[in-house]
């Protein structure tokens, strides 16, 4: 896509369209970086963003097993107890 540089105060800036955010998951902030020979640009996500559909997707799947037990075999709980 090519577009003109525009005015912004005493700034400069560009539009990028609203499709091309979307497909980049953008929604607030974004990380900007210069290249040898151009700008990288890529959405600053929320930590753990995207984790919940993760784990529904692993959960379909039945990829969400334990890869060891939650209680050892010979763990004593009764320490653990009143």
């Given amino acids: 896509m090519e577009t003109n540089i525009i005015k912004i105060g005493n700034s400069r800036g560009v539009i990028i369209p609203?499709?091309?955010?979307?497909?980049?998951?953008?929604?607030?902030?974004?990380?900007?970086q210069i290249l040898d020979d151009g700008v990288f640009i890529k959405p600053i996500r929320k930590a753990r963003d995207g984790w919940e559909a993760a784990?529904?997707?692993?959960?379909?799947?039945?990829?969400?097993?334990l890869l060891i037990p939650d209680v050892f075999e010979d763990e004593?709980?009764?320490?653990w107890t009143w």
């Fill in 18 to 32: 609203a499709s091309y955010l979307r497909k980049l998951g953008a929604k607030e902030r974004i990380d900007i």
């Fill in 55 to 65: 784990a529904k997707k692993a959960h379909q799947h039945k990829d969400d097993e």
């Fill in 76 to 79: 004593n709980m009764e320490e």
